[in-house]
């Protein structure tokens, strides 16, 4: 069975503090995996794709990358802004339903100024 | 208006009411979704358009009746739900379902079922 899994839960960093976050997948092949920043209230922003292990991808602090099992979302010397729950999903390359994406539950990040 | 946008951004309904959530994208799209939020858990997929025809039903009950009129709007409407519908309601777009699928998202709609 296709499964996402987020660790963890919390992260609660002080400011400057960098951390990683991670989410570990297993699914019947790979299409690509995807990044988003969700604010309470509000529909998740998208950040980021991986397509294929050993990509890597950064947009000001944040820093994904992605392996066979799994990916991890760097965060590098945050901000109190960047506190937002992260959310990773992975999208099938075939069978059922191989364009839908699996959501996993996401991490809650609080940054302290 | 760019990007998604969803109307109402909260609702509250009687378990009898009807009401229906809106949805339109402004992106030049041609697939379309609704997923359903709830605390701790994680997104739910409901529906998935195509160019204007449904590809998905992820198993969602009757109660919840989707309408794609054309690529660029997208309704949810809503009869005898239960309390347990109560959930914020996100819409979705992208360029294809199926393929290369970054999905846009809408800022939502939070349902209250009293």
């Known amino acids: 069975e296709d499964q996402v899994t987020q660790s963890p839960e919390a992260l609660r960093l002080q400011e400057g503090e960098s951390s990683s976050l991670n989410c570990s997948y297993t699914?019947?092949?790979?299409?690509?995996l995807f990044w988003y920043r969700q604010d309470p209230g509000k529909g998740p922003e998208f950040l980021f794709t991986?397509?294929?292990a050993g990509e890597e991808k950064e947009k000001e602090r944040l820093k994904a990358t992605l392996t066979k099992k799994e990916s991890f979302l760097h965060i590098t010397a945050p901000k109190p802004e960047d506190s937002a729950t992260y959310l990773c999903?992975?999208?099938?390359?075939?069978?059922?339903?191989?364009?839908?994406?699996?959501f996993g539950k996401g991490t809650k990040l609080s940054v302290k100024p | 208006e760019t990007g998604v946008t969803q109307t109402p951004r909260h609702l509250v309904m009687g378990m009898t009411n009807k009401k229906s959530l809106k949805c339109e994208q402004h992106l030049g799209h041609n697939a379309m979704y609704w997923y359903k939020q709830s605390a701790k858990k994680p997104l739910e997929l409901m529906f998935v358009?195509?160019?204007?025809?449904?590809?998905e039903n992820n198993s969602v009950p009757s109660r919840f009746s989707p309408e794609c009129p054309n690529s660029s709007h997208l309704f949810l409407h809503l009869h005898t739900l239960q309390p347990e519908d109560s959930a914020l309601y996100l819409c979705?777009?992208?360029?294809?379902?199926?393929?290369?699928?970054?999905?846009?998202f809408g800022p939502g709609t939070r349902l209250t079922v009293l």
């Open positions: 991986l397509y294929s």
């Open positions: 999903a992975v999208q099938r390359s075939y069978g059922g339903s191989q364009g839908n994406l699996i």
């Open positions: 358009y195509n160019f204007k025809e449904q590809t």
């Open positions: 699914v019947s092949g790979l299409r690509g």
């Open positions: 979705a777009s992208s360029q294809l379902a199926g393929i290369y699928n970054e999905q846009f």
